[in-house]
């Protein structure tokens, strides 16, 4: 049993207890979440979460005087006492990093896959180069991703079930299922294997291509079916940006090692369509998160603001690299660190940017006010509503001397 200090325990020092029975004085808790440290321990990523104040209304000093904004017609307070409607995420810098590891492997993996489909002798250097690149970048990816999770167990946790309905149960599975390939995939280029296991790689280099489209996009999935106003706001561009984005930066990789001419002028023109789709597609972004301008300060103003000007800069930089024509390799190295560079600073610019439109809380509310939450769900037809229960109610209504209206309210 157990009491706080300022709580009075009844009867006197002396009272009789009984056995097991222990009071003890316990140390307050002071990050708003009472949570006494003497018998939790806080571990994970949702440790990092912080009551920035404790004291905040409501449940401190409430700054709105009067009945709820909610009951008042054409209210200025468009918010719920100034405090933020959302938990901003606590990720750290290894989600951008396994955003960008896992797409980069799996556009790697595609690239690998086509490459050797169309024509596998001379496109071999190709081939090599992308399995190994998408067997490594699945290890680092799942390293990263267990460790912002903070213990390999709660990884695996997630694969007990499948659960079409979750983009994150689906992505482990995803990210599981290709690293099997894309590890097996790449055993002949690393050591040497019978010709049984090397027939095996090569259906499996076809399985990690065809497993590595939805890696490439998933996490773009992932962050549109949050609550996040910047991320809800961009929620038909973000899997299409971060697809296009993955292909870009495999393209700019494989630059900097380049291959025999052939497979060089593949992946030149490879990277020249993804690049240019990926500056389309920050574009068409930023134009459908504008159309609630208060969602699309982060992207306009601050560092995050700056991180995304930049990673715009760099992919157009890259792409007028990529398409002036003839064969200059300091240009291509150096357009290749240019898209290298600017995919970074898009994982970082969406996943800060998504964090100060949570703290946000007019973002929010003006966002779901306008209908950008969910403009393109249908209404879901209920018996009060429906036009024949609707014809009937009045009709009964009349009979008693009273309309039902559509609140439900007696005229």
């Not at 169309?118 to 699945?138: E, K, Q």
């Not at 549109?224 to 706001?233: D, F, S, Y």
């Not at 940017?353 to 809380?361: K, M, N």
């Not at 393109?376 to 009964?396: C, F, M, N, T």
């Amino acid at each position: 049993m157990m009491r706080r200090p300022d709580e009075q325990a009844p009867g006197s020092a002396e009272e009789v207890r009984r056995p097991g029975e222990e009071v003890r004085e316990t140390i307050p808790p002071v990050d708003g979440r009472n949570i006494d440290p003497e018998i939790g321990a806080l571990m994970g990523e949702g440790a990092l979460q912080r009551v920035r104040d404790v004291n905040a209304p409501p449940h401190g000093e409430a700054s709105w005087i009067g009945p709820p904004p909610s009951d008042v017609p054409d209210t200025p307070v468009p918010t719920y006492y100034g405090v933020p409607t959302l938990k901003e995420p606590v990720w750290k810098w290894y989600i951008p990093g396994y955003f960008y590891l896992g797409g980069l492997s799996g556009a790697c993996a595609a690239l690998g896959a086509a490459a050797e489909l169309m024509d596998g002798r001379a496109m071999a250097s190709l081939s090599r180069r992308c399995r190994l690149v998408a067997a490594g970048g699945s290890v680092g990816s799942a390293a990263l991703l267990i460790a912002d999770l903070g213990r390999p167990a709660r990884f695996l946790n997630m694969l007990r079930v499948f659960r079409p309905s979750s983009p994150m149960n689906v992505g482990t599975w995803i990210l599981s299922a290709f690293g099997a390939c894309a590890g097996l995939a790449a055993l002949p280029s690393i050591v040497p294997v019978p010709r049984t296991v090397r027939r095996m790689a090569d259906v499996a280099s076809v399985a990690a291509g065809v497993i590595g489209l939805p890696l490439t996009a998933y996490t773009g999935v992932l962050l549109a079916g949050t609550a996040v106003p910047l991320w809800q706001g961009a929620r038909r561009a973000l899997p299409i940006l971060f697809a296009c984005s993955a292909a870009a930066s495999a393209a700019s990789l494989l630059d900097l090692f380049p291959a025999r001419r052939r497979a060089s002028v593949a992946v030149h023109r490879f990277g020249a369509a993804a690049k240019a789709a990926e500056v389309a597609m920050t574009v068409a972004l930023e134009r459908q998160v504008a159309a609630v301008p208060r969602v699309a300060e982060p992207l306009r103003t601050g560092v995050t603001g700056g991180l995304w000007r930049a990673a715009q800069g760099l992919f157009a930089a890259s792409l007028v690299t990529t398409l002036v024509p003839g064969w200059h390799r300091r240009l291509r190295l150096f357009g290749a660190l240019l898209g290298t560079a600017g995919a970074v600073a898009l994982r970082f610019a969406l996943i800060e940017g998504g964090r100060r439109s949570a703290r946000d809380p007019l973002a929010t509310f003006v966002q779901q006010r306008a209908g950008g939450g969910a403009r393109e769900v249908p209404e879901l037809e209920s018996p009060r509503r429906h036009p024949e229960s609707e014809r009937s109610g009045a009709a009964a209504g009349g009979e008693r001397g009273f309309q039902l209206t559509d609140r439900g309210q007696h005229a």
